[in-house]
Structures are given as structure tokens and as C-alpha cells.
């Protein structure tokens, strides 16, 4: 046998035995959503697969592949993209600033290739997550809770997040910050820190109207007064409401959610696909959704909390910090507890992007679980 095929052999042997460490049961739990979203957007387009059932159906089983490749990366390749990732995010949201395409008075979209609805956001969500990985990966314990070095993940969040506010999008911008100040806490940021930021953002929320867009804050003001707006900025919110109420216990069944087929519900197949679901499917559809997200939120966090390297566990959680904020954001905004941000709820949702980011940071995690005891040789370029 010649060294070549010795190596070879060797390799296909490392990735089946790697293959055989996927967590299934994980698997199993996403494509679950991803059929759910595919079922209510067939229903929502009046019983047919286009044009947003057949897309989503395929852009899941092309990610999901995807995602099963990413699992079979080292770590360390992980580690030494995180940098060139970021920058690479950041360079194409500050090209979507200037030659992006506006959709809907928004400018956040750019063409690449083929593509040309791309979102540069969906990108730095995992960009943010491997470089904030990468930095407190070789940062002392002592620096990751109080000291100078804490301006680094401070810039590392807050460039995109001003960009991403830009284009305007104020949704993402919060959860970028969300996941960033997620990050940094299970990092070891000192937590007087945390309470001294959330002493000043309510100190500050008199004075929102001079950094929002007139929208933004007339949704946030209609969010303050709902029943004022309901024909106005509140309609999105009111209509989600009339569909959560109408389904009731078990639903009106499927195809049959007279909020969403008659159109009165906005955004119905993206922004508030979680109030079709709960027309038609009621409380206890709501439920079941609900559950298999904590599921998968709970299997990444125990995957997250098994890594042997710091970068390992930091990437995996953050993924899962940002999977968690977009249910809850989603969520807390068709219920009518928060303002509408346009946050859509991951894998069920209709959006190309989304799952795409989606799909790459689950493929961290998995990568973080098949190879949950190797360990990261940091370098010199650990630290920024």
C-alpha cells in the first residue's frame, strides 16, 4: 500500500467515525421545525408549494447537507477563519450601506453572483460568534471580567450593530448586541458591568426618538398604546393578536386560518409565520413548536458545556444565544409583549438568509460535539 492511499484510508476512516458523533436526536429536532414551517407555509399560500413551501423545503435539505460537512471541520480550521469571517461580514455590511438595494424603505440587501437578495446581518451573526470566540479564547479569566481589554469585544459588537441600525434594521442590531453581550457574560464579564449597561439603556430611553427612524418609533410608541394604532403603526400587532386569539385551544385546523388565508395578517409566510401556527394549530401547536425549540436549545447548551476548548464552548453557546433571542424576540412581538423589530422565528420562518446563519452556527456546534475533546492551540493572534 503506497503512503497515499494509507492516507486516504485513514481519512475516510476519521470521518466516518466522526459521522457516527453527530447528535441525531438534534438533527431530528431541526428538520422537525423546518417540516412544521414548510406545512404553514403551504397552507398560508392557499394550499399550494409555491411560491414559498417548495423553497423553503429545499433550502433546508441543501443547508442541512451543508451543515453536516461544516460538523466534519477541525476546530482549529473554525478557529482560524473566525477573524477573516468577521471582517468579511463587516466589509459587505458596509457595502450594503452604500450599493445595497432598498426593499420596503430599508437598504440591506446586496447581489452576489446569483444571489441577489442576500443579507450581509445574517452573515455577521456567525462572524460576531467565532470572532468574540476567537479573542476571549486567549484572554485570561482576570481580563475577561474587568479590564481594558474589554473595549476590544466592545468594538468587535458594536461596529456591525451601528451599520446594521444604518440600513435601518433595528431588529437585528439588538439581537447582534444580545448575542455579543451574551458572550461576554459566559466569557466572565464582571456582572456590575451588565447591571451598570442596563442602568444606562433605561436611563436612556427618554431620548430613543432621537436615534430611531420615525417608524421605529412610531412602532415603539404604538407598542406603548396598542389600542390607539390599531389601524395605523398597531395594525401588524392587532391582527397577530386576533389570529393567536382565534385559534384557541387546538386550532381551526389546518388551512383553514381565515387571519392569514384572507390576507388580513402581514407578513404572514416570514415575520409572523408564528401567528399562522397558532390559528390554525392553537395553544397546543404553540406548545409543541415551543418545546422542540427548548429541546434544541438545551441539546446545544449541553454540547456548549462539554467542549473541552474555550473557543468550542463560547462559539456553540453563542449559536445558541442567538437561536434563543430570535424565538423570543419573534415570539415576545406576534404576542404583542415587544415593539416590531422583523425578527423572524429560525427554520420556521420563510427566509433564505436566516436559515442560512442558522444552518453555518449549527454546524459549529456540531463541530464542537464531534470534536468536543480536542484542543485549540491559540498562537500569538488569539488576542486582537
Known amino acids: 500500500m ?3 492511499a ?51 423545503l429545499g433550502g433546508y435539505a441543501f443547508w442541512f447537507v451543508v ?19 468577521y471582517v468579511i461580514s463587516l466589509a459587505l455590511l458596509a457595502y450594503a450601506a452604500v450599493k445595497g438595494h ?61 451599520l446594521v441600525m444604518k440600513e435601518p434594521d433595528l431588529g437585528t442590531a439588538l439581537l447582534i ?12 464579564l464582571d456582572l456590575r458591568i451588565v447591571a451598570g449597561i442596563g442602568a444606562l439603556g433605561v436611563a436612556a430611553a427618554p431620548f430613543l426618538h432621537l436615534v430611531l427612524k420615525p ?40 388551512g383553514l386560518g381565515t387571519q392569514s388565508q384572507l390576507n388580513f395578517l402581514p407578513e404572514k409566510q416570514t415575520d409572523f409565520m408564528f401567528a399562522s401556527l397558532a390559528e390554525e394549530f392553537g395553544f397546543v401547536g404553540c406548545v409543541a413548536i415551543l418545546l422542540l425549540y ?9 454540547i456548549a458545556s462539554v467542549a473541552h476548548s474555550h473557543f468550542a464552548r463560547l462559539g456553540a453557546a453563542g449559536v445558541t444565544a442567538t437561536l434563543a433571542f430570535c424565538v423570543l424576540m419573534n415570539g415576545a412581538m406576534v404576542m404583542g409583549l415587544a415593539p416590531v423589530v422583523g425578527v423572524p422565528m429560525p427554520l ?8 442560512m446563519s442558522m444552518m453555518i452556527g449549527f454546524g459549529l456546534v456540531m463541530a464542537a460535539r464531534v470534536q468536543r475533546y480536542a484542543e485549540i492551540s491559540s498562537g500569538k493572534g488569539a488576542v486582537l
Not at 484510508?9 to 436526536?25: H, P
Not at 451543515?67 to 477573516?84: C, I, T
Open 102 to 162: 432598498a426593499t420596503m424603505g430599508a437598504q440591506r440587501w446586496i447581489s452576489i453572483g446569483p444571489i441577489h437578495d442576500f443579507q450581509p446581518s445574517e452573515l455577521m451573526k456567525i462572524g460576531l460568534v467565532l470572532a468574540l470566540a476567537r479573542f476571549y479564547h486567549g484572554l485570561s479569566a482576570r481580563n475577561a471580567k474587568l479590564s481594558f481589554w474589554l473595549i476590544v469585544p466592545a468594538i468587535l459588537i458594536g461596529l456591525p450593530a451601528a
Open 2 to 4: 503506497t503512503a497515499g
Open 215 to 254: 417608524y421605529q418609533w412610531t412602532r415603539l410608541a404604538s407598542f406603548m398604546n396598542p389600542g390607539a394604532e390599531r389601524s395605523g403603526a398597531g395594525y401588524h400587532t392587532w391582527q397577530s393578536q386576533i389570529a393567536l386569539g382565534s385559534g384557541g385551544l387546538i386550532g381551526k385546523g389546518f
Open 294 to 302: 427548548a429541546a434544541v436549545i438545551f441539546m446545544a447548551l449541553r
Open 6 to 56: 494509507y492516507t486516504q484510508g485513514r481519512e475516510r476512516q476519521r470521518l466516518s467515525v466522526r459521522l457516527t458523533q453527530i447528535d441525531w436526536t438534534f438533527c431530528l429536532a431541526i428538520t422537525m421545525i423546518a417540516l412544521a414551517g414548510a406545512a404553514m407555509l403551504y397552507s398560508v399560500a392557499g394550499g399550494k408549494w409555491e411560491p414559498w413551501a417548495a423553497k423553503h
Open 348 to 355: 420556521l420562518s420563510l427566509g433564505g438568509t436566516v436559515m
Open 177 to 188: 448586541c444580545a448575542t455579543g453581550g451574551a458572550i461576554m457574560v459566559l466569557a466572565g
Open 67 to 85: 451543515m453536516l460537512a461544516l460538523a466534519m471541520v477541525d476546530l482549529q480550521v473554525w478557529f482560524a477563519v473566525a477573524y477573516p469571517v
